[in-house]
């Protein structure tokens, strides 16, 4: 069975898990938000050399992270219908 693979920053940026610093949590964000960035922008992307593999890098973890928060969402809101009282009755 294949062993289960995130994507983790390649720069030396706290995780938000253990960031205490909030300089460190927009470092993360600004860096994700970068990735993106330059993929929308498309042209001339090459993944293989220069800025290209860190920027999909970075991308991944903001994949990765967003399905996380998402996931985390998703149980909250199970939660709190499980919990919430039947409406009508």
Known sequence: MA?????RPTTLV???DNAQDPADLLENTL???EALLWV???QDVDWCSGDGPRRLDNLLWLAA???RK???LFQ???KARREA????G
């Open 3 to 7: 062993t289960k693979t995130i994507a």
């Open 14 to 16: 706290a995780s938000e």
């Open 31 to 33: 860096s994700q938000l």
């Open 40 to 42: 929308c922008h498309g």
């Open 65 to 67: 992270e967003l399905a």
């Open 70 to 72: 998402a996931g985390e």
């Open 76 to 78: 909250m809101s199970e």
């Open 85 to 88: 009282p039947e409406a009508g």
